[in-house]
T-cell receptor, first 110, second 113 residues
Framework: QKEVEQDPGPLSVPEGAIVSLNCTYS??????FMWYRQYSRKGPELLMYTYSSGNKEDGRFTAQVDKSSKYISLFIRDSQPSDSATYLCAMNPNDYKLSFGAGTTVTVRA | KAGVTQTPRYLIKTRGQQVTLSCSPI?????VSWYQQTPGQGLQFLFE???????NKGNFPGRFSGRQFSNSRSEMNVSTLELGDSALYLC????????????FGPGTRLTVT
């Protein structure tokens, strides 16, 4: 079993819809939870990170962490075609490395 | 501030050869991490360097090695290339090794034939 599980999708939504992405994990030692966006043939771009449990909002993006359930989510409001990308969750098992989910491919249809 | 740069962007090599990839971190960042990304395995951690010292290494064979220079620039080397080494190799930098604020470069696409 992988440390971080993420449904690879693909996920297709109409423009303006809310995109809901999630990951589950098994290592209770994870402290920081990150979301990256990766466009085709580009490197991952850090969207936001959350420490421990709770919510964090940044513009149209909201990240949620529930450590009791070992479950994290990313919501994208008012989705745009430019949000079409692969979204990766990541967590830190120690100070030096990240463990990534497989990534979810999202397509926002105009 | 310039982002993480990686050279070359694309590379084609033959089995058995070796390859060296280069990474220049964001100015002021002293930690550099390397990851391998493949469709089957996703993003996997290779190693991390801070102030020229390797602090952590992932589960890759000894054919994969790296180093960091005094100006924080880093190189990784893969010897005796295998077909399975075909991947996107990503470099990420952070200020003091904070994994929650790693910034990635565009990657080097390595194809082994």
């Amino acid at each position: 079993q992988k440390e971080v599980e993420q449904d690879p999708g693909p996920l297709s939504v109409p423009e303006g819809a809310i995109v809901s992405l999630n990951c589950t994990y098994s290592n209770s030692a994870f402290q920081y939870f990150m979301w990256y966006r990766q466009y085709s043939r580009k490197g991952p771009e850090l969207l936001m990170y959350t420490y421990s449990s709770g919510n964090k909002e940044d513009g149209r993006f909201t990240a949620q962490v529930d450590k009791s359930s070992k479950y994290i989510s990313l919501f994208i409001r008012d989705s745009q075609p430019s949000d079409s990308a692969t979204y990766l969750c990541a967590m830190n098992p120690n100070d030096y490395k990240l463990s990534f989910g497989a990534g979810t491919t999202v397509t926002v249809r105009a | 501030k310039a982002g993480v740069t990686q050279t070359p962007r694309y590379l084609i090599k033959t089995r058995g050869q070796q390859v060296t990839l280069s990474c220049s971190p964001i100015s002021g960042h002293r930690s550099v991490s390397w990851y391998q990304q493949t469709p089957g395995q996703g993003l996997q951690f290779l190693f991390e360097y801070f102030s020229e010292t390797q602090r952590n290494k992932g589960n890759f064979p000894g054919r994969f090695s790296g180093r960091q220079f005094s100006n924080s620039r880093s190189e990784m080397n893969v010897s005796t290339l295998e077909l399975g080494d075909s991947a996107l190799y990503l470099c990420a930098s952070s200020h003091r090794g904070a994994t929650y604020e790693q910034y990635f470069g565009p990657g080097t696409r390595l194809t082994v034939t």
